[in-house]
């Protein structure tokens, strides 16, 4: 891998144990550049973002954006993080690993932080681990992916309900997120660009995976692939209902004729993509939610670089086989970056694998089922010839 390439697109923002590799630059320094006007930087640098007036605006929670996202089918409504079974607390590691691949520039950014509630100052919940771990595709640039890698996480964690409410804080974080680039957009018109966000957050023994866009997340439960996010295409019959319900169309399978992909954070200079009454482009998320118990293995988080080549299942096999070969998280998400080259991936690619054991997935061996033996018409017949034959 070319030396230095990769430089800053991993952002490693609070290690659990401090082993935990990936091919960014780690710690404080590595965060990426707020990519910011002037004015914008200079309120931000201050050391309390809601301190000047001049950036209240577009920091503080709109009481509009304080809503609860709609939920995928299979998640579970209303989780409180109160109710969660304390019987089982993840054992977490994690590692990330990003590379250009066949693109001129790198968009991709990752965050990964084991000791989330540590790193942001607030108060050791006593709810178990508390870990947040980030996948942002940008398009068109990168100013909007490294805009929501710094200000997403610090959303969720100055929400004064997180964790208690942890689907509305998490909803409420991409929104302000979305909007807060639009002001910073207003103020420099060069930062014009557009990223798709999927975030994971583990809090005690409960899983949270929120998606807006293409990036996916993939739980390994017991060798099998539980698809944490479901991918966000125009073609997609429920994105292309909504997106014609906001005054949009889908045409040769892109949003407007402009983007492969129905939601997404920024974007705020294509026209018709985004308005104040319901947009074709949304960046409202859609979450899911799981208990995670002892048969929960790793998770894997990706771009859709990543998935353009490898299968879900697919995916977990062939992490599931590194782990076992040397347990690394960091060396994993390098195997499936190494794997997807070698695929001829042609997006950039960035992975997060997250483990939730400290041993290696075990081998799983499969019972032998019952062998069910019969006899045909024929062999019946000649059985009984036989044994006519020796009471004769």
Not at 42 to 61: T, W
Not at 134 to 158: N, Q, S, T, Y
Request: charged share 25%.
């Amino acid at each position: 891998m070319e030396e230095g390439k990769n430089n800053c697109n991993i952002v490693n923002v609070g290690n659990g144990d401090g082993k935990s590799k990936e091919n960014g630059i780690s710690g404080s320094e590595g965060r990426p550049p707020n990519p910011l006007a002037a004015v914008y930087r200079q309120c931000l640098s201050s050391g309390d973002p809601l301190g000047d007036a001049s950036c209240k605006k577009s920091l503080v929670r709109h009481p509009s954006l304080q809503v609860k996202t709609r939920m995928l089918d299979i998640s579970v409504e209303g989780l409180n993080i109160n109710d969660c079974p304390a019987d089982y607390v993840p054992s977490l590691r994690s590692g990330a690993w990003s590379d250009i691949g066949v693109r001129s520039s790198m968009e991709d950014v990752v965050v990964r932080a084991d000791n989330f509630v540590h790193h942001y100052g607030l108060k050791d919940s006593d709810q178990g681990p508390s870990a947040f771990y980030a996948v942002f595709d940008g398009h068109g640039g990168k100013h909007a992916a490294d805009f929501a890698c710094d200000h997403l996480p610090r959303f969720i964690a100055e929400d004064e309900h997180f964790p208690r409410e942890i689907e509305r804080v998490i909803s409420s974080a991409f929104l302000q997120t979305d909007n807060a680039f639009a002001e910073a957009c207003s103020l420099d018109d060069g930062l014009a660009s557009g990223t798709t966000a999927l975030a994971a957050l583990v809090i005690g023994s409960s899983l949270v995976v929120a998606n807006a866009g293409d990036c996916r997340a993939v739980l390994c439960r017991r060798g099998k692939a539980i698809e944490m996010s479901r991918d966000h295409k125009p073609l997609c019959s429920k994105e292309k209902k909504r997106i014609e319900a906001s005054g949009g169309y889908v045409y040769d399978g892109y949003l407007n004729g402009q983007l492969n992909v129905a939601r997404a954070l920024g974007d705020w200079h294509l026209d018709g993509m985004k308005g104040s009454n319901g947009s074709p482009l949304s960046a409202e998320p859609e979450l899911m939610n799981t208990i995670l118990t002892e048969e929960d293995e790793f998770l894997i988080i990706g771009c859709d670089g990543i998935w353009d080549v490898f299968m879900s299942q697919n995916a977990v096999d062939f992490a599931r086989r590194r782990l076992q070969e040397h347990n690394d998280p960091a060396m994993c998400s390098k195997d499936l970056v190494d794997e997807a080259l070698k695929r001829k991936s042609g997006d950039n690619l960035a992975v997060v694998v997250v483990c939730f054991q400290p041993r290696p997935p075990p081998n799983l061996i499969v019972p032998r089922g019952r062998v069910h033996r019969s006899i045909s018409a024929e062999g019946l017949k000649e059985l009984q010839t036989f044994l006519d034959q020796l009471d004769a």
